[in-house]
């Protein structure tokens, strides 16, 4: 337990860290800002994508399920980027003349 | 120099992600917000492929790769702008789907190269695999759910059933990190089917109207999907971004669940289909509703000092917020004080009249928040309630039997008359009666939203 805690120390850091950042960043929220808000989140954690980029590119090139499973991933992860942040983008144009 | 480059670009990607975030939370900079968090993006992935080591191996297969992502931006780009505003909420869970899969895939593959490894590893490696899953098949329902393409399904047993597939899923999972031997390598398949099943099982039960809140608290799972990536390659950007939407997305959903005075538990457990129809006071099959002409209404509201015209998903449905708008300047010429009560949660998100309405040039100031139109409701002549129904139903307030009881509603009642426009006395999207088309100073007009208002206009234009 002790070492699990003091080898992983910064990682426990961050992660207490961006916890705590999270909720503070989505204090005081209006409503309205509800959706293009989480459609906005959707798009960050399409970072998962970088993930996929590095499971594809240490493939070995014989190793075809994962060059397969590596290309959907990075499709997929794409997608999820791509989309997340075009759709959040129209969804915000809405209030661009306005406010 | 190149692992600098690749850790300072996901120190750039991550402040990108919390800055970004953060202005996503104002109405003035939230358009900032999500172009700079996009930046940072493309700096991080873009700084993976040059940069990226294993072994001291830079990233290979770069030509299939770029193939993806050109192919995933080509589509992805098409998606988000040929989909219409009304189906916004269907896409976004339809893109977290695509980031939860992603995530369960990159474990497949892991596992696949690596099946053996320390608790720590497996633990990381199947959770990533079990939560990415449970968000695709979550997602993918929800998606199917606002599309009206998935109806509920709900039951008693379901919820126990649910209940126990969970605590199987741990139960294998325990087994497969501490015990890997017992299970062999076969458990990747079970934990990723169980998981599969439960995302679908999961959503299926919930109600159409609480797909918002479902669709917030899956985007915050597969940002927690995300971080156990993070966790698996010791990668920075993928930590932060995870974390900080898992974290901020559960907080946004128990903001929605707020709005809608419903508890969170409420929602997950006890969805609208239980109660619905049983649990509405008395039978309203015996009440008549008054109906007004056009004629009448176009008389009434022209010849108001105050009108407040109610939007609901049936103006989204029938693209009428255009001739909304004409309506709402023709009122005006004639002298008539016009605002749009909007409710938190009317149409199929928070926000989404705001968005229609901005879309048809009526001026923000126009748009009124409920705990602000609430308390001038008894010097308002007219209401008019265009395609609403749940938000406006006086049930919420005195039947505490009734499945949205204690919701905040806006009450119209108040008013000195309520004109109600809808397509026909159907029940709106919690499946409940709604008193308020029998409370007598409320007369109907039936039709489409669009063809009324344009008809009502004319009528208007002849007074």
Not at chain 2, 367 to 386: F, G, K, Q
Request: aromatic share 8%; hydrophobic share 50%; proline share 4%.
């Amino acid at each position: 337990m002790a070492s699990f805690f003091l080898e992983n120390q910064q990682i426990i850091y961050i992660v207490i860290l961006s916890i705590l950042l999270g909720i503070e960043v989505i204090s005081n929220v209006p409503a309205i800002l509800h959706t293009p808000l989480m459609s906005g989140a959707n798009a960050i954690h399409g970072v998962v994508i970088i993930g996929a980029i590095i499971v594809m590119g240490h493939a070995h090139s014989d190793d075809y399920l994962a060059l397969i499973l590596g290309f959907l991933a990075v499709l997929l992860g794409t997608l999820n980027v791509v989309g997340g942040f075009v759709v959040t983008n129209r969804m915000l144009e809405m209030f661009k003349k306005k406010k | 120099m190149s692992t600098f480059l690749l850790e300072l670009s996901y120190l750039i990607g991550s402040i990108t992600f919390i800055v970004g975030l953060k202005q996503l939370s104002s109405p003035d900079s939230a358009r900032k917000g999500n172009l700079l968090a996009a930046a940072g993006m493309g700096i991080a992935i873009l700084a993976t492929i040059l940069f990226h080591q294993k072994d001291g191996q830079p990233v290979g297969n770069i030509v299939w790769i770029v193939a993806a992502m050109g192919l995933g931006t080509v589509v992805g780009w098409m998606m988000a702008m040929k989909v219409k505003m009304t189906a916004m909420p269907q896409m976004v869970s339809f893109f977290n789907g695509m980031g939860g899969a992603c995530a369960a895939i990159i474990s497949l593959v892991e596992y696949h190269s690596h099946p053996e490894g320390s608790a720590g590893y497996l633990l990381i490696v199947f959770l990533g695999l079990i939560i990415g899953s449970v968000s695709f098949s979550g997602s993918i329902v929800a998606y199917g759910k606002l599309d009206e393409k998935i109806k509920d399904v709900s039951s008693k047993a379901l919820t126990y059933f649910n209940l126990l597939l969970l605590v199987g899923i741990f139960g294998i999972l325990a087994m497969a990190v501490f015990q890997p031997a017992v299970l062999g390598g076969s458990v990747l398949w079970v934990l990723l089917t169980l998981s599969l099943l439960y995302g679908v099982l999961f959503v299926m039960p919930i109600g159409g109207a609480d797909m918002p809140v479902v669709i917030s608290l899956l985007n915050s799972l597969t940002g927690v999907a995300a971080a156990f990536g993070g966790f698996l390659y010791n990668n920075p950007v993928m930590l932060t971004g995870g974390i900080l939407v898992g974290s901020a997305g559960t907080i946004l959903t128990v903001l929605m669940c707020k709005a809608m005075n419903r508890s969170l538990l409420n929602v997950i457990i006890g969805s609208f289909g239980g109660g619905g129809a049983g649990g509405a006071k008395g039978a309203v099959g015996d009440q008549t509703v008054k109906e007004i002409s056009l004629t009448d209404t176009a008389i009434l509201c022209a010849y108001a000092g105050k009108v407040v015209i109610v939007p609901g998903y049936g103006l989204a449905v029938a693209q009428a917020q255009h001739i909304c708008h004409e309506l709402e300047k023709k009122l005006e010429e004639k002298g008539v004080e016009v605002t749009f009560a909007i409710h938190p949660v009317a149409g199929r998100m928070p926000g989404h009249m705001n968005v229609l309405l901005a879309e048809a040039d009526v001026p923000y100031p126009k748009l009124v928040e409920m705990e602000d139109a609430n308390p001038s409701m008894n010097s308002t002549d007219v209401v008019i309630v265009v395609g609403a129904n749940d938000v406006v139903n006086p049930a919420a307030e005195n039947d505490p039997g009734s499945p949205i009881y204690g919701m905040p509603v806006l009450k119209v009642w108040d008013a000195k008359n309520v004109i109600v426009m809808k397509r026909s006395m159907r029940a709106g999207y919690a499946g409940i009666e709604n008193e308020l088309f029998f409370h007598p100073k409320t007369k109907m007009l039936f039709g489409d939203a669009k063809e009324t208002l344009g008809k009502l206009v004319s009528e208007l234009k002849d007074l």
